[in-house]
């Protein structure tokens, strides 16, 4: 987690890196935490396509993973998780 905003309980996460990395925050990651008590719900901060375009190959984009979270549907795991795509 890259920082924990307390009282909340609020994880936010920022990332510009590979697809697995933004799914396994949302999917994995955020839900052990959880778990473990330590937040209640999530930020996710990653790039929309232009600006993903340009970084390195490979970079996730948040038009991409805004879709694949709506057809993957919702899961008993789940928490509540924001996903915010940036641009320069």
Not at 9 to 18: I, R, S, T, W
Not at 45 to 59: L, R
Not at 72 to 79: E, K, P
């Amino acid at each position: 987690m890259d920082f924990i905003k307390k009282p909340k309980k609020l994880g936010v996460e920022v990332q510009f890196g590979k697809y697995a990395f933004m799914v396994y925050n949302v999917c994995a990651k955020m839900t052990i935490f959880k778990n473990l008590g330590i937040i209640d719900a999530g930020i996710e901060i990653v790039p929309v396509k232009i600006f993903a375009d340009e970084m390195s190959t490979g970079v996730s984009y948040f038009e991409q993973f805004a879709w694949d979270l709506h057809i993957r549907g919702v899961s008993n795991i789940d928490i509540p998780v924001l996903i915010l795509g940036i641009d320069v």
